[in-house]
């Protein structure tokens, strides 16, 4: 199995669960314990994985791609045009996939939610935690979520899952850490990438199991629900197609044509190869050589513009994930049957803006990233196991959003620069 792709052996772990959930059913059972528990064994031991490094992989990226920016100095023009770029884009795309979720309810059917469908279920005390989390709320709660972001014990956030003040903190922290002298700076970045890199490898390392974790996730729902499952999973999945889609062939060309004023299809022709590449390996780390190069030769932009904004976007501006993680949240609210007042989806839009900074651009780190909305809202996170279902995918599909976004902002501040020849030969 080792020498299959990952995305594979995962499409042949959901086919084997569904075959070996249909048969066994849910009484099914072997020496004394039934299949439904093993199941269970295997998808709860891949989401506590999962769980167990929400937190340091998270502040170490957040604090390496704010440290990356440089001191004071290196925040001015350049590092002003491309964080505000990043972060108008990432809330446009949050925003779209906002709009799409609430347009076509994935997780409502004939206005009832598929909660029964997918095996979701909200029990005794959790019922009044996601309860109290999203009902009865005004707009004066937002002050709340603000107050959230600063949290009186560091410790405390990281340990009880409040993620909104322990991004903010890395956010801070990174900062500051650049302000400091050379000597502390260095030892200090050091120690966070050594981190941050070391997360990413214990992250892909348990992506090794995620076919036994979907094959346990996905068992057991077959097992409890039959297929009904699969039907608001397709939904969701046409759900979130058509919102990347929207932002990438409109949204992001918009901005290109009226911003940058540059004819899209051209951009779209020099960025081909970068973004089939990122389709493929579903990285947009790891297709970073590739868009270096597809923007600097294809698309005409200095070297100076797309080594400073490029790998800064790899790090912090990922477009389709902050989609995404905003319509998996709703669309799990809207499956447990829970009111999604204003303030529920202000509080989803400013913690996918924000998970979206620290969320590493390997295969379905964003998983990750929406525990951290799930929490945030009131909700289990074992529910992002259906996820897992369509995951590769649409892993796919946001990483090439990823992947353009960051070559549309290098060239619309290589514009900004009043630099020459950008797109002019595509």
Known sequence: MRKIKLHWQILIAIVLAAIAGSISGTEASILGV????????????????????IVPLIMSSIIVGIANL??????????????????FTSTLAILIGLFFVNLMSPGLAGGVPVGDQLNLTLDGDAVASAVASVEGRGSGDIVQIFLRMI??????AAAEGQMLGLIFFSLVFGFFMSQIPSKQSEALLTLWRGISETM??????????????????????????GFSAFRPMLFFFITVLLALAAHTFIALPLILK??????????????????????????????????????????????RTTSFVLPLGATINMDGTALYECVAAIFLAQAYGLELTFVTQFTI?????????????????????ITV???????????????????RVLDMCRSAVNIFSDSCGAVIIAKSEKETGILEGV
């Open 258 to 303: 009226y911003v940058a004023k540059v004819r899209p299809s051209r951009h779209f022709r020099a960025m081909a190869p970068a973004m089939l590449t990122a389709f493929s390996s579903a990285s947009s780390s790891a297709t970073l050589p590739l868009t270096m190069e597809c923007v600097e030769k294809n698309a005409g932009v200095s070297e």
């Open 151 to 156: 949290p009186t014990n560091i410790v405390a």
């Open 200 to 225: 990413m490898k214990i992250t892909m390392w348990i992506m090794t199991f995620a076919p036994y974790g979907v094959f346990g996730l996905v068992a057991e729902t077959v097992a409890a629900t």
């Open 349 to 369: 839009v400013l913690v996918a803006l924000l998970t979206s900074i620290g969320v590493a651009g390997i295969p379905a780190a964003s998983l990750v990233a």
């Open 70 to 87: 440089g001191n004071g100095s290196d925040l001015g023009r350049l590092g002003g045009k491309t964080l505000l770029y990043y972060a």
């Open 34 to 53: 039934t299949f439904v528990q093993i199941y269970d064994f295997l998808g709860t031991l891949f989401m506590n994985a999962l769980r167990m490094i």
């Open 373 to 391: 909305i799930l929490t945030a809202i009131g909700l289990p996170v074992e529910a992002i196991g259906l996820l897992l279902v369509t995951d």
